[in-house]
């Protein structure tokens, strides 16, 4: 089966820190995409970075990065100077390329930024 | 781009009551995917439309579960003979064959939360 494991439930980080989340997954496919998405309280999912699972160059988007590790199956996101509005729940993803390209989720990590 | 949008919002329902939903997609999107997502669980799909064309059903798609997209257009997701057990967060998402970032990328609405009581 194919699944994703959000390993952290909660993190908390303090302002202008730096947090990981972690997620690991199960695919025995070779060309796949793999997403972080964040989900605000009552507000809806928005993408937050995205890698491409044939690209060894991990992705980065501003103040978040990602260290992918392909062998491990492994996906963790990387927020830098955290910020009050990246208060979420942030849900890792991957699809698989040819056919629907439906996403797998995570049961997702809820985020607390502390002032 | 007005983005991904769904209505109702809010739907409260008794059990056994029949429930429509809405999803209008961005407009040059020809896949749209529903999603179902409970409390504390991350979303589960359920189908996918390329244009009008429903080309893929989750086993969670029971036989009260009915979704179409006329012309290739919004679609719509009906829940017949609703059970409390169908109470979960309805999200619609969006994407095209674009390029670079956008490439394949799922964009979200803001879901359709429904109560059944």
């Known amino acids: 089966a194919q699944t994703v494991t959000q390993s952290q439930p909660e993190m908390s980080v303090q302002e202008a820190e730096t947090v990981t989340l972690s997620c690991t997954y199960d695919?025995?496919?070779?060309?796949?995409?793999l997403f972080w998405y964040k989900q605000p309280p009552s507000r809806q999912m928005i993408l937050v970075i995205r890698q491409e699972a044939y690209k060894q160059q991990n992705a980065t988007e501003n103040r978040f990065s990602v260290n992918f590790q392909k062998a491990a199956k492994s996906f963790s996101l990387k927020i830098s100077d955290s910020q009050l509005g990246d208060a979420a729940m942030y849900f890792c993803a991957y699809n698989v390329q040819g056919g629907s390209e439906k996403l797998v989720f995570g049961k997702g990590t809820k985020l607390t930024v502390n002032p | 781009d007005t983005g991904v949008s769904q209505n109702p919002r809010h739907k409260i329902t008794k059990r056994g009551q029949n429930v429509t939903f809405r999803c209008d997609p961005i407009s040059e999107h020809n896949r749209l995917y529903w999603y179902r997502q409970t409390l504390g669980q991350g979303p589960e799909f359920l189908t996918y439309?390329?244009?009008?064309?429903?080309?893929?059903k989750s086993r969670l798609l029971s036989d009260r579960f009915s979704a179409e997209r006329p012309k290739g257009s919004f679609s719509t997701l009906e829940i017949q003979r609703t059970e409390q057990g169908d109470s979960a967060m309805y999200l619609c998402?969006?994407?095209?064959?674009?390029?670079?970032?956008?490439?394949?990328?799922?964009?979200f609405g803001p879901g359709t939360r429904l109560l059944v009581l």
């Open positions: 439309f390329q244009n009008e064309a429903q080309l893929e």
């Open positions: 998402a969006s994407s095209s064959r674009g390029t670079g970032r956008t490439r394949e990328t799922q964009y």
């Open positions: 695919t025995s496919e070779s060309d796949y995409y």
